[in-house]
């Protein structure tokens, strides 16, 4: 349900609220985009989908129309007892005041969810850790709203400026794609920056084989972590008990090229140096 900025005003006031910037509340008020974002996210009737940060509503009736069963997330106890109550038409809802970041989806019921929301700008990326890292057994397709910055970082690939450690980790999961993009205007209170709509589908298997993910995202993170040095230098700092010159042979056997930076490397060649250097020992 499209709210103008007018009666998002007036429901407000008459509710006794206001809007918390703190929580990241940007509502959608533009029709055309919540149609496009609808139409994108594809449901099935059989389909039970996870709502993050349903706020006032904007996506969420259309949601429960088209899915089997809406269970949305609302970490503002106000607008979570609002929705629940101004969407009480909708039987195959559940709105449930918590944080996300709290939220154990396998309490939630037995099925895996398709994952929407027009995401809170200021823990966008802690919400995309935690659902890959803690909960993607629950989830099958992600499709939220984020900082345009931030979708492209996520997407981005290797050689160019926005590739970071974490396109990696949501690499080695996820098949992102960027959608199309939310001009900041379609939000009331309009926030800083354009947005973007992306889709990240699980992968069935992680692209990279490795010992340890755990390990092997400690490793990429570490050489992102300097960016400016070469992965000769980033990964002799964090290792014991070797030689550089060795180390740069060591590379060298395996097809990489030790004076190049870690933006250059792609997910197999860091899943390569974790597959060399695998046991915990060797780290400091
Ligand atoms: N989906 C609505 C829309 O499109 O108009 C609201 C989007 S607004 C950008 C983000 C929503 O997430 C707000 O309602 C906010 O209260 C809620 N929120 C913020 N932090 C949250 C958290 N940690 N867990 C769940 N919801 C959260």
Redo the contacts with the bound molecule.
């Keep these: 349900m499209i709210l103008t900025p007018a009666q998002i005003k007036k429901i407000l006031k008459e509710e006794k609220l206001s809007i918390?910037k703190r929580?990241?509340?940007?509502?959608?008020?533009d029709a055309y985009m919540?149609d496009k974002i609808i139409k994108a996210i594809d449901i099935k009737e059989t389909e039970d989908i996870l709502?993050?940060?349903?706020?006032?509503?904007?996506?969420?009736d259309d949601l429960a129309d088209k899915s089997a069963r809406v269970v949305a997330?609302?970490?503002?106890r106000a607008?979570a007892h609002l929705l629940q109550k101004n969407l009480a038409k909708c039987k195959n809802l559940k709105v449930i005041h918590?944080?996300?970041?709290?939220?154990d989806l396998a309490d939630l019921g037995r099925k895996v969810f398709k994952v929407v929301?027009?995401?809170?700008?200021?823990?966008t990326t802690p919400?995309i850790i935690y659902l890959l890292e803690k909960e993607r057994m629950q989830v099958h397709d992600i499709y939220v709203?984020l900082q345009e910055e931030v979708g492209r970082r996520l997407a981005a690939k290797r050689g160019t400026k926005d590739y970071a450690s974490i396109s990696v980790l949501v690499q080695y999961y996820t098949n992102p794609k960027l959608l199309f993009t939310i001009p900041k205007r379609a939000?009331y209170p309009q926030p800083k920056v354009n947005s973007v709509f992306v889709h990240f589908s699980m992968l069935v298997e992680p692209p990279v084989q490795v010992h340890s993910e755990e390990q092997f995202f400690k490793i990429v993170r570490a050489c992102f972590n300097q960016r400016r040095k070469t992965i000769l230098n980033s990964l002799f700092h964090k290792l014991k008990n070797i030689k550089k010159d060795d180390l740069h042979n060591i590379l060298r056997k395996a097809g990489i090229d030790s004076a190049r930076r870690p933006e250059e490397l792609s997910i197999q060649e860091f899943a390569i140096i974790e597959n060399i250097f695998h046991t915990k020992e060797v780290w400091l």
């Excluded at 929580?23 to 008020?29: A, D, E, H, I, Y």
């Excluded at 709502?51 to 969420?60: F, K, R």
């Excluded at 929301?117 to 823990?123: C, F």
């Design positions: 918390s929580r990241g509340q940007n509502f959608l008020v919540k709502e993050i940060g349903p706020g006032l509503g904007a996506l969420t997330i609302e970490k503002d607008l918590e944080d996300i970041l709290e939220t929301g027009n995401l809170p700008y200021y823990i919400i709203t939000f």
